[in-house]
């Protein structure tokens, strides 16, 4: 049974945060720069893929330690079950997407031919598997923009879910990614 003082652990509330102003900041970042001189969007754009790379490593670890064992806090008792179903499923659709945006992204410039550089750093291999194939990239790139899309209504749900935990339901859910805020039980 949950206990209403639980939050998450100092990795996980880092690690939820980071990813939550990157994924935030991505499509901001590509919509923002789009009227901007050629060479400033492009220069965004290598910003975008850098952070991309970064919400794909983060994920990863996140969900790597999820299988080590950092499980999710449950949800309260009194939550219906279908809320919990639809909280669950975004979560995992969130994963789905946090993993499936960078591929896409990634797999699209290999396909449309344009290196993936980290942070000026390195640069990201070609996908596997995928060739020069400038439909191809067309199509990858279609689906980004789509699932991007899709990953922003899954925010505003999650976010709206939040929001009613705190404001409507007056639980402790949002406390345990907020710890500072005051504590209702
Ligand atoms: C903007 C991008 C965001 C993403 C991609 C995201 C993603 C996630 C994911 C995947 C989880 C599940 C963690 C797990 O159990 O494995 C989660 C939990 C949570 N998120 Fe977010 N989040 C975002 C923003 C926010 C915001 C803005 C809020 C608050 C207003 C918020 C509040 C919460 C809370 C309270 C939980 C814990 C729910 C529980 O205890 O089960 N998140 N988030
Ligand atoms: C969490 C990760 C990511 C999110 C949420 C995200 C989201 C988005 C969104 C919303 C767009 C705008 C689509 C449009 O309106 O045309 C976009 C464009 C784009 N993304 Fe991503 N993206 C992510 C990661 C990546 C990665 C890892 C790469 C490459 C390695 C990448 C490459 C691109 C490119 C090339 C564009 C088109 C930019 C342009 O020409 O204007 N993205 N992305």
């Known amino acids: ?8 652990s100092p990795f996980t509330l880092t690690l939820h945060w ?7 900041a ?16 492009w220069a965004a754009v290598g910003l975008h893929k850098s952070l991309g790379v ?19 806090i449950p949800l309260p008792d ?8 639809v909280a669950r499923l ?4 969130f994963y789905a997407l946090l993993i499936g945006m960078p591929i896409t992204g990634w797999a699209g410039a290999t396909a449309g031919g344009r290196d993936v550089s ?18 191809l990239a067309h199509n990858l790139m279609e689906l980004h923009e789509v699932a991007g899309f899709v990953l922003i209504g899954l925010i505003a749900l ?12 007056r639980d402790d859910v949002l406390q345990r990614m907020l710890p500072f805020l005051p504590r209702r039980a």
Request: proline share 7%; aromatic share 8%.
């Open 1 to 8: 049974m949950a206990t209403a003082r639980e939050h998450y």
């Open 18 to 24: 980071v990813t939550a102003a990157l994924v935030v």
């Open 26 to 41: 991505q499509p901001l970042l590509v919509w923002l720069s789009e009227d901007l001189p050629r060479e400033q969007h």
């Open 54 to 72: 970064t919400v794909l490593v983060l994920t990863l670890v996140r969900l790597l330690a999820r299988l080590a064992g950092h499980r999710s």
């Open 78 to 85: 009194q939550m219906p079950d279908w809320q919990k179903f």
């Open 90 to 93: 975004n979560h995992g659709l």
């Open 118 to 135: 980290v942070f000026g750093a390195f640069n990201l291999p070609a996908f596997p598997m995928v060739p020069a194939d400038r439909a």
């Open 158 to 169: 999650h976010v709206a879910g939040a929001l009613k935990h705190y404001v409507l339901d």
